[in-house]
Nanobody, 118 residues
Framework: QVQLVESGGGLVQPGGSLKLSCAAS????????GGWYRQAPGKERELVVS???????NYADSVKGRFAISRNNAKNMVYLQMNSLRPEDTAVYYC????????????WGQGTQVAVSS
Protein backbone atom coordinates (compact mmCIF):
# COMPACT_ATOMS: atom_id res chain seq x y z
CA GLN A 1 0.00 0.00 0.00
CA VAL A 2 1.39 3.35 -1.04
CA GLN A 3 1.41 6.08 1.59
CA LEU A 4 1.59 9.79 0.85
CA VAL A 5 2.60 12.19 3.60
CA GLU A 6 2.28 15.94 3.24
CA SER A 7 4.22 18.53 5.20
CA GLY A 8 4.91 22.24 5.13
CA GLY A 9 1.53 23.71 5.93
CA GLY A 10 1.02 26.48 8.45
CA LEU A 11 -0.14 30.01 9.07
CA VAL A 12 1.12 32.75 6.78
CA GLN A 13 0.21 36.37 6.18
CA PRO A 14 -1.35 37.49 2.90
CA GLY A 15 1.33 37.92 0.28
CA GLY A 16 3.55 35.35 1.94
CA SER A 17 4.88 32.03 0.69
CA LEU A 18 4.83 28.40 1.72
CA LYS A 19 6.27 25.26 0.21
CA LEU A 20 4.38 22.01 0.64
CA SER A 21 6.07 18.65 0.28
CA CYS A 22 4.59 15.22 -0.41
CA ALA A 23 6.63 12.11 0.28
CA ALA A 24 5.61 8.77 -1.18
CA SER A 25 6.51 5.48 0.48
CA UNK A 26 7.22 3.93 -2.93
CA UNK A 27 8.60 5.09 -6.25
CA UNK A 28 5.23 6.01 -7.65
CA UNK A 29 5.39 9.51 -9.07
CA UNK A 30 7.34 8.41 -12.13
CA UNK A 31 4.30 6.39 -13.24
CA UNK A 32 1.57 8.59 -11.80
CA UNK A 33 -0.09 11.88 -12.38
CA GLY A 34 0.75 13.65 -9.17
CA GLY A 35 -1.41 16.44 -7.93
CA TRP A 36 -2.35 18.83 -5.20
CA TYR A 37 -5.97 19.34 -4.24
CA ARG A 38 -7.47 21.55 -1.58
CA GLN A 39 -10.67 21.71 0.40
CA ALA A 40 -11.87 24.80 2.19
CA PRO A 41 -14.52 24.62 4.93
CA GLY A 42 -17.96 24.09 3.45
CA LYS A 43 -16.60 23.60 -0.05
CA GLU A 44 -15.83 20.64 -2.27
CA ARG A 45 -12.32 19.40 -2.82
CA GLU A 46 -10.83 21.02 -5.90
CA LEU A 47 -7.80 20.48 -8.08
CA VAL A 48 -5.00 22.98 -7.53
CA VAL A 49 -2.46 21.57 -9.94
CA SER A 50 -1.41 18.25 -11.44
CA UNK A 51 1.69 16.98 -13.22
CA UNK A 52 1.77 13.97 -15.53
CA UNK A 53 4.65 11.47 -15.69
CA UNK A 54 5.80 13.32 -18.80
CA UNK A 55 5.81 16.65 -16.98
CA UNK A 56 2.66 18.26 -18.37
CA UNK A 57 1.08 20.51 -15.77
CA ASN A 58 -2.48 21.68 -15.30
CA TYR A 59 -3.13 24.60 -12.97
CA ALA A 60 -6.38 25.92 -11.65
CA ASP A 61 -6.98 29.43 -12.96
CA SER A 62 -7.05 30.79 -9.43
CA VAL A 63 -3.41 29.83 -8.78
CA LYS A 64 -1.77 30.37 -12.17
CA GLY A 65 1.29 32.53 -11.87
CA ARG A 66 1.42 32.13 -8.08
CA PHE A 67 1.84 28.41 -7.46
CA ALA A 68 4.32 25.97 -8.97
CA ILE A 69 4.44 22.20 -8.81
CA SER A 70 7.66 20.24 -9.05
CA ARG A 71 8.67 16.64 -8.72
CA ASN A 72 11.78 14.68 -7.76
CA ASN A 73 11.32 11.09 -8.89
CA ALA A 74 14.60 9.95 -7.31
CA LYS A 75 13.35 11.08 -3.89
CA ASN A 76 9.72 10.08 -4.46
CA MET A 77 8.65 13.66 -3.75
CA VAL A 78 6.24 16.21 -5.16
CA TYR A 79 6.31 19.84 -4.08
CA LEU A 80 4.01 22.81 -4.25
CA GLN A 81 5.57 26.25 -4.04
CA MET A 82 2.90 28.79 -3.13
CA ASN A 83 3.64 32.49 -3.50
CA SER A 84 1.53 35.62 -3.14
CA LEU A 85 -0.85 33.74 -0.89
CA ARG A 86 -4.36 35.08 -0.40
CA PRO A 87 -6.94 34.47 2.33
CA GLU A 88 -8.99 32.49 -0.18
CA ASP A 89 -6.12 30.01 -0.45
CA THR A 90 -6.90 28.88 3.08
CA ALA A 91 -7.74 25.17 2.97
CA VAL A 92 -6.52 21.70 3.73
CA TYR A 93 -4.16 20.70 0.96
CA TYR A 94 -4.00 17.08 -0.14
CA CYS A 95 -1.39 15.27 -2.16
CA UNK A 96 -2.65 12.83 -4.78
CA UNK A 97 -1.09 10.19 -7.01
CA UNK A 98 -3.11 8.55 -9.78
CA UNK A 99 -1.19 5.63 -11.25
CA UNK A 100 -1.24 5.82 -15.05
CA UNK A 101 -1.31 2.08 -15.68
CA UNK A 102 -4.21 -0.23 -16.47
CA UNK A 103 -6.05 -0.83 -13.22
CA UNK A 104 -3.89 1.70 -11.43
CA UNK A 105 -5.01 3.00 -8.07
CA UNK A 106 -5.33 6.52 -6.79
CA UNK A 107 -3.72 7.45 -3.50
CA TRP A 108 -4.29 10.37 -1.15
CA GLY A 109 -2.34 11.90 1.67
CA GLN A 110 -3.87 12.89 4.97
CA GLY A 111 -3.75 16.61 4.21
CA THR A 112 -1.93 19.61 5.60
CA GLN A 113 -3.60 22.82 6.75
CA VAL A 114 -2.73 26.12 5.11
CA ALA A 115 -4.13 29.26 6.69
CA VAL A 116 -3.62 32.70 5.16
CA SER A 117 -4.53 35.46 7.56
CA SER A 118 -3.21 38.70 8.98
Amino acid sequence: QVQLVESGGGLVQPGGSLKLSCAASQSIFRISTGGWYRQAPGKERELVVSITPGGTTNYADSVKGRFAISRNNAKNMVYLQMNSLRPEDTAVYYCNAAVQLAGGNTYWGQGTQVAVSS
